[in-house]
């Protein structure tokens, strides 16, 4: 479970003004096997958020605790999944896979191994020995998605890992995503900025307000799972989330 | 013409080694100077030299000396560059001192070092070690400055400390770049070495060059001249090999893979 109270985030300016305040007075709870995204318009904070969570970047006030443990660095209980791949390009897909397990300690023999089996998970099989510069974005980012689930998270965060795709490889890779994620149904936190995806995918949708962000609405996604694309477009239920959420978006925000 | 040609990747390099051979043969021909043999004489004198045990001797010093610098430098400067590319405080500390060494002619500190460790061995591998290390550094720090930061975030995540993240994922990371100083870094070991030993004479090929000069063999001194242009020019070829094998995964692809997502 991960507990996040009264977190705010200042950024120091260059300008030396008033430090810039990037999130303010966010608590949340997200339960063990949810699915939740945090959406937002562009520069709300909604990454910092999830870096925060991540271990990456320390709040400025608030905490953040994950099965009851203060957050206090990175940890491979939590792993990341960027929009930008962030794969090692110096190490081929079965390299990069295989390396979150060989740090752990396994034999190089059997880190191959469950490497591949998680090559093949993503549909990846028979690019083992390809570079990442030989890759495109969809597949350096399903090779980066298999990075991150061989090291065992039970927490994924995932930051906007879609955002850089286009719109065809994008709903691919949502399919496979959920596909994976029904298997083991690990918690995830996703942040994102396209309303369909975070309603398709999620259990929960937080909408954050523009910067600095503050929780402007929670809606539960009630939608019935195993999930198929092609029926949720047509389901009135699914129509009528995107449509509320976002007007919810468009809406101006009361000061508090 | 020029596609038939390019084809044969040796052929125009050495069209123009020839064109500059004949030229130089040219000049010597209608000029007439003392100090200007023609190429042909130059030539003539390069087997001798090589047969020569003292000046092979000399040349084995010269190898020897920037070999040594230059391992001192890179296991100096790379950790240097690196930290200074992830640390502030320490690109804090070292920049300045960077600034005001990098004009100074390494070479030109030379007498210096010689008060301190003598004309032998010890001044001449400390300058060529004070001049590779500034590219060395520069290069090394360039690079670990544009590691991604995402990179260092999935590390990190993965368990890697602040020493591993440095040594498996900023050094790699960092290669291309570095490899951009340790060339830089090669042109400026060779004539670091050269211009040391001229000031320094006691062996070496810079030691060969001048003491012909002074005794006016100027077969001699050209030989010496073709001898060390081709030093420079193995070396730069057998460094291209090296780096094509290491940092392969670095190159612009052409084509991605195949034409799924």
Redesign the interface.
């Given at each position: 479970m991960i507990v996040i109270e009264r977190l705010s985030k200042s950024f120091e300016t260059k300008r030396r003004t008033a430090p810039h305040l990037a999130l303010a007075d966010i608590s949340l709870t997200i339960a063990d096997g949810e699915f939740v995204s945090v959406l937002g318009p562009s520069g709300c904070g909604k990454s910092t958020l999830l870096?925060i969570v991540?271990?990456?970047v320390q709040p400025s006030e608030g905490s953040v605790t994950v099965g009851g443990a203060p957050v206090t660095?990175?940890?491979?209980d939590?792993?990341?999944v960027?929009q930008?791949f962030?794969?090692?390009?110096?190490?081929t897909v079965l390299g990069n896979v295989a390396?979150?397990l060989i740090?752990?300690g396994l034999g190089r023999a059997e880190a191959e191994a469950k490497a591949r089996a998680l090559i093949a998970l993503v549909h990846l099989s028979g690019?083992e020995n390809?570079?990442?510069?030989?890759?495109?974005?969809?597949?350096k980012q399903r090779v980066?998605i298999a990075?991150?689930l061989a090291?065992g998270?039970s927490i994924l965060l995932m930051d906007e890992p879609f955002g850089a795709?286009d719109a065809?490889?994008r709903t691919?890779?949502q399919n496979e995503l959920l596909e994976i994620w029904e298997r083991d149904r690990k918690t995830v936190l996703f942040v994102t900025h396209s309303v369909e995806e975070a309603v398709f995918l999620s259990d929960r949708v937080v909408v954050l307000t523009r910067s600095p962000g503050r929780i402007k609405a929670e809606v539960r996604i009630g939608l019935p799972r195993p999930r198929r694309r092609a029926e949720l477009l047509v389901d009135r239920r699914y129509q009528t989330l995107v449509v509320d959420i976002e007007r919810l978006m468009d809406r101006p925000e009361e000061r508090p | 013409m020029s596609a038939r040609l390019a084809a044969y990747p040796g052929v125009p390099p050495l069209i123009a080694c020839a064109g500059l051979l004949a030229l130089w043969e040219l000049a010597a021909r209608v000029f007439q100077i003392g100090g200007l043999p023609p190429a042909h004489a130059a030539l003539a004198e390069l087997p001798r030299l090589l047969a020569d045990r003292e000046a092979l001797l000399n040349i084995l010093d010269s190898v020897r000396r920037m070999a040594v610098g230059f391992a001192l430098a890179l296991a100096c400067a790379v950790p240097v560059g690196l930290l200074m590319g992830r640390s502030r405080l320490v690109a804090a500390f070292f920049n300045p001192l960077l600034m005001a060494i990098y004009p100074v002619p390494k070479a030109a500190l030379m007498p210096i070092v010689m008060l301190w460790l003598g004309i032998g061995d010890a001044s001449k591998t400390l300058v060529i070690f004070l001049g590779v290390s500034l590219p060395l550094v520069y290069h090394a720090y360039q690079g670990a400055r544009a590691v991604?930061e995402?990179?260092l975030?999935?590390a990190?995540?993965?368990?890697?400390g602040a020493t591993r993240r440095l040594v498996r994922?900023v050094l790699?990371?960092s290669?291309p770049e570095i490899f951009v100083g340790i060339r830089t870094g090669l042109v400026l070991a060779l004539i670091t070495m050269v211009t040391s030993e001229m000031i320094a004479r006691q062996s070496g090929v810079g030691n060969i060059l001048f003491n012909s000069l002074d005794m006016a063999l100027y077969e001699t001194v050209y030989a010496t001249i073709l001898v060390i242009g081709a030093m420079g020019f193995l070396l730069d070829a057998a460094f291209e090999r090296l780096r094509a094998r290491l940092?392969a995964?670095?190159?612009?692809?052409r084509a991605?893979?195949?034409g799924?997502?």
């Open positions: 870096y991540g271990g990456f660095g990175p940890g491979p939590r792993g990341p960027f930008e962030a794969l090692f390009p110096w190490k390396y979150g740090e752990q690019y390809f570079y990442p510069k030989e890759l495109s974005g969809g597949m980066a990075r991150t090291y998270p795709l065809h490889t691919g890779l | 991604e995402k990179m975030w999935s990190a995540a993965m368990g890697l994922i790699p990371a290669l940092v995964w670095a190159e612009p692809e991605i893979a195949v799924t997502t």
